[in-house]
């Protein structure tokens, strides 16, 4: 929806950017929690992409099934997402702890296919979508008509991002979750409850998947199988921004964003997830440590 | 009887046993089922070189499975040319293919590696679902002729059926050479480290590179059979599902396998069948079931039978020692 006719090349790049950002902000969401687990447990979670469906089906399920307020519906999809996140671990990582890295991979896998269609089995095969979070659907700035709902994207974002470093940051559960991350041993010595800590690592991971998904229902129409593609993006953010690190994670998951968005404006939208793939291959070839991280010692 | 001659009556049998079934089979469907068996086996054995053997988590097995069966249909379709000579080009383009994306990424280790692979995998199916002038698209390529030797077509399942069969056994054979190669065991030396393997001579990034390539050209052989079985080829057919079900495939039997490979195969292509009764609900079960299966069969079918068969010849006095 256009509103003038021909807008300058200034503003065709400031809607793209604003429209980037807010689609890489999803991605950094996923990104975050991606990183989360990894650095708790060392495993990849192939399973985010369809964690992230399980939030915007609880959304769904909120404001179109129950027609419930917003504020309501975000705690639904933060309460449901975490317990299916324990549930997750309880089911699909703890028993595997010990096993090697590719039996928790496939694990993963077949947890991410028993969600997507469990969903799938529960809501039906249609997509969904609902209004934006906001009343009116564009917001003038510089002139510029932007979507609201990429606003509110941005903006819930920037406040979740800002908790979540004051989090780790200042409050002792924070300093207990790093500490485990970074050494469990160490951690068990000091008197950390590793075993919580982990499985309130994959709360806190899965609750940002499912806010993700949930604010992203307005701008896509959410499917069961929806989580495969997000989550490709999400990875290729986590390995641009440097795998382990969290700023370089929502950077690079962003970096992604905008970089499909223009892709898929100024080159072709057939082949913007090309672009961003090869994007990957590029960086794991020349610097596969990340855009934003120095040089480490560990080799990948 | 000596241990190598029941080795060959068993080896007899159950060719016999395999030579029979068509007739056994009574529907084409069931008959068509067992040729996409084989087209899996093929893929799972050469997934096995490079995850069975040298502990690679690797996603392109897809995407050397859509290059096989696209250069095949292409070369057959827009060419002219003959099965035979497309063959072995799909098996090398494959090959290839595997050469020039393993330069830079063979050097990256664990999940590194497999987020490559998956790129990879997911460029070519989305390339193939773009280049409409080369690979004709969503659509995919139509009226793939079937192979001949003579005069005699090789176009009814039960002749694929012989045919496919041929192929595995063949491939089945190879690899249980190579298994048994100094190749083989400098493979399992780098699954065991990658370091130690290096420190005691194995040239790692060959060895590695060579499992990568025959893991791409037993996929490019099954592309190019899968084509003309099908006659149909479209990129849809190459998403990340069957990533996972080869994977699945060859965990259940038990990586490191060709046993394993083969009945691992064997159970995932046929498991939905056998299933039909869950409808709807049957991706939910399968998904659950492979939670299961890697807490309950880590080390797959062939990995549990193994540990079985120990704890039954070792004595309980030798268990307690």
Known sequence: ????????????????????????????????????????????????????????????????????????????????????????????????????????????????????????????????????????????????????????????????????????????????????????????????????????????????????????????????????????????????????????????????????????????SAYKDVITMILLMVVLCVRPQGLFKSPVSEKV | MTKRWKAVLLIVLGMSLLLALPFAVKSAYHLRLLNFVGINIILVLGLNFILGYAGLLSFAQVGFFLVGAYTGAILAVDFGFSFWLALPISAAVSGVFAWIIGIPTLRLRGHYFAFATFAFAEIVRLVALNWQEFTHGAVGITGIPSPSIGSFEISSDRSFYYFILATVVLGAAVAFRLERSSFGRALFAIKEGELAAESMGIETAKVKMTAFILSAIYAGVAGALYGPLNSVISPDVFSFDVSVVVLVSLLLGGAGTIVGAIVGSVLVTLLPEWLRVLQDYYMVVYGAGIVLLMIFLPTGLLGAARALAVRWTTKPADAAT
């Open chain 1, 1 to 268: 929806m256009r509103l003038r006719p021909h807008p300058s090349t200034g503003s065709l790049m400031l809607q793209l950017v604003f429209s980037g950002v807010a689609i890489g902000c999803i991605y950094a969401l996923i990104a975050l929690g991606f990183v989360l687990i990894f650095n708790a447990v060392g495993a990849v979670n192939f399973a985010q992409g369809d964690l992230l469906v399980v939030g915007s089906y609880f959304g769904i399920l909120g404001v179109v099934g129950l027609g419930w307020p917003l504020w309501a519906t975000a705690i639904l999809v933060l309460a449901g997402s975490g317990l299916v996140g324990f549930l997750f671990q309880a089911f699909a990582y703890y028993p595997l702890r010990d096993k090697p890295t590719i039996n928790v991979v496939i694990s993963c896998l077949g947890a991410g296919i028993f969600l997507r269609n469990g969903v799938q089995a529960l809501a039906g095969p249609e997509p969904y979508t609902m209004a934006p979070f906001l009343e009116t659907r564009l917001v003038t700035i510089f002139g510029v008509n932007i979507p609201s709902q990429s606003l509110a994207v941005i903006a819930i974002t920037a406040m979740i991002l800002a908790f979540q470093s004051w989090f780790f940051a200042f409050t002792t559960l924070g300093r207990m979750l790093r500490a485990t991350a970074n050494d469990k041993y160490a951690a068990r010595l000091c008197g950390v409850p590793v075993r919580k800590m982990i499985a309130l690592t994959f709360v806190v991971s899965t609750a940002l998947a499912g806010l993700a998904g949930f604010m992203l229902v307005p701008i896509f129409l959410a499917s069961p199988n929806m989580g495969s593609g997000l989550i490709v993006k999400a990875w290729i953010g986590v390995i641009v921004g440097g795998f382990g690190s969290l700023p370089g994670a929502v950077l690079g998951g962003i970096l992604v964003g905008l970089i499909e968005t223009f892709a898929a404006k100024l080159i072709s």
